[in-house]
T-cell receptor, first 115, second 113 residues
Framework: DTGVSQNPRHKITKRGQNVTFRCDPISEHNRLYWYRQTLGQGPEFLTYFQNEAQLEKSRLLSDRFSAERPKGSFSTLEIQRTEQGDSAMYLC?????????????FGPGTRLLVL | KQEVTQIPAALSVPEGENLVLNCSFTDSAIYNLQWFRQDPGKGLTSLLLIQSSQREQTSGRLNASLDKSSGRSTLYIAASQPGDSATYLCAVLGPSGTYKYIFGTGTRLKVLA
């Protein structure tokens, strides 16, 4: 169990460029979550997958955002035509289906800066 | 819509003090509540998880309580140390039917040596 990993850890891009982040969950965790955290705020839910199915998407996830989990293992989050307002920490978490005892394990995050 | 509030937003205490961080939530139909620690620029570290049927959890110098009926949780830190300086986030899972955490905005703690 190596924990949740995210790559890259930092990304600087120019406005209008596309960026893609990767999340590798804890092996055999069937649920995977994406959150976004802006400075001074708590993380906000973006979307989650159970296996390869995307079951819920937040209204924060505009048309420029797309997330995939093609084989039910790792996931990617792509932002197209980045805007300065997209600058944030993007956190990934994974869990097993556990009801009241469910614990989400968070990765170290990808910090995005859009210039 | 579930909302989570944390008070105070920031706290500065001398080393050795016992302290209490507060978290309140609006919808009591939760699966669980979790306290996290976040160091500047880093991810989240889970501190304590309290299931909806539990009243409290303890780990070392940390004790977290949950009163679902009143929508409140407290995190008690005993004998604070400079290494405890961080942002502490409270998050609730639920209400029932949703599996996303709703986070508070956190309490920024600074423990002075």
């Amino acid at each position: 169990d190596t924990g949740v990993s995210q790559n890259p850890r930092h990304k600087i891009t120019k406005r209008g460029q596309n960026v893609t982040f990767r999340c590798d969950p804890i092996s055999e965790h069937n649920r995977l979550y994406w959150y976004r955290q802006t400075l001074g705020q708590g993380p906000e839910f973006l979307t989650y997958f159970q296996n390869e199915a995307q079951l819920e998407k937040s209204r924060l996830l505009s048309d420029r955002f797309s997330a995939e989990r093609p084989k039910g293992s790792f996931s990617t989050l792509e932002i197209q035509r980045t805007e300065q307002g997209d600058s944030a920490m993007y956190l990934c978490a994974s869990s097993t289906t556990g009801g009241a005892g469910e614990t989400q394990y968070f990765g170290p995050g990808t910090r995005l800066l859009v210039l | 819509k579930q909302e989570v509030t944390q008070i105070p937003a920031a706290l500065s205490v001398p080393e050795g003090e016992n302290l209490v961080l507060n978290c309140s939530f609006t919808d009591s139909a939760i699966y669980n509540l979790q306290w996290f620690r976040q160091d500047p620029g880093k991810g989240l570290t889970s501190l304590l998880l309290i299931q909806s049927s539990q009243r409290e959890q303890t780990s070392g110098r940390l004790n977290a309580s949950l009163d679902k009926s009143s929508g409140r949780s407290t995190l008690y830190i005993a004998a604070s140390q400079p290494g405890d300086s961080a942002t502490y986030l409270c998050a609730v899972l639920g209400p029932s039917g949703t599996y996303k955490y709703i986070f508070g905005t956190g309490t920024r703690l600074k423990v002075l040596a």
